[in-house]
């Protein structure tokens, strides 16, 4: 996010992982900019850990959803499912943290901002993160106006792409303050909001925690269990 984005936390460890995630830069519309961080896996088991609830995020009025838009705390409701783990193929571990979060950002030369709710929940192995961002530019013009490298895909009926975006780590314990460096790759697919591709997109993102390749079939179990439960999501 520009404007928002999950606390980091610490469990004990000194190392802390900060995963940033560009799904679009510029112009006057966009998908935006996250900030992912989060701590390292934790040094106690997982099954000695209470699966993790959602942390309400305790809007003010002012920042409440608009009508027909959705909320971080909903967008955490909606993932934080208790087969999560068995989706992502970890059957054994817990959520560690849950939480949403509300946030938007303003495009160049835009008179409005466009909103980018997102959660993340995390496992001991896993971190997955869903988003929505309601902008104008559907998923497939902006996959022919950015050329990137993302694959177009059809997931729930709609236009989908799927891309790779690089992760890095944070160490606040290095002998000279600080020190970052690539630490993985998370994989991000992008399903259009409306089955025509009016505008508007969900984003779920996956990474592991120890910077192996996340399993892309895990990340489209996830996407094909957790969006159609999210409010608002237009079936066609």
Request: net charge negative; with cysteine.
């Amino acid at each position: 996010m520009t404007d928002g984005s999950s606390a980091a936390e610490r469990d004990g460890n000194p190392w802390v992982q900060a995963i940033m995630a560009l799904v679009l830069v510029g112009g006057v519309v966009g998908y935006g900019l996250w900030h992912l961080l989060g701590p390292g896996s934790a040094a106690a088991s997982t099954a000695e850990l209470p699966a993790a609830t959602c942390t309400p995020s305790s809007p003010t009025p002012r920042d409440r959803a608009p009508s027909g838009h959705v909320s971080g705390d909903q967008l955490c409701t909606a993932l934080n499912r208790p087969d999560l783990a068995a989706l992502l193929g970890v059957p054994g571990e817990k959520a560690e943290t849950a939480d949403g979060g509300d946030s938007s950002f303003r495009p160049a030369g835009a008179k409005t901002e466009i909103r980018t709710p997102e959660s993340t929940v995390r496992f001991a192995t896993y971190a997955v993160q869903v988003s929505a961002t309601y902008d104008r530019l559907s998923v497939t013009e902006a996959h022919e106006l950015f050329g990137d490298d993302s694959e177009l895909r059809t997931v729930l009926g709609r236009p989908a792409t799927l891309s790779s975006t690089p992760t890095f780590s944070i160490d606040f314990g290095a002998p000279k303050g600080t020190a970052a460096g690539p630490n993985g790759t998370a994989r991000t697919l992008t399903v259009a909001m409306d089955p025509k591709d009016k505008g508007g997109s969900y984003e779920i993102s996956l990474w592991r925690e120890d910077a192996v390749p996340p399993d892309d079939a895990a990340l489209l179990r996830v996407a094909e269990r957790v969006l159609p439960t999210i409010p608002g999501w237009r079936a066609g």
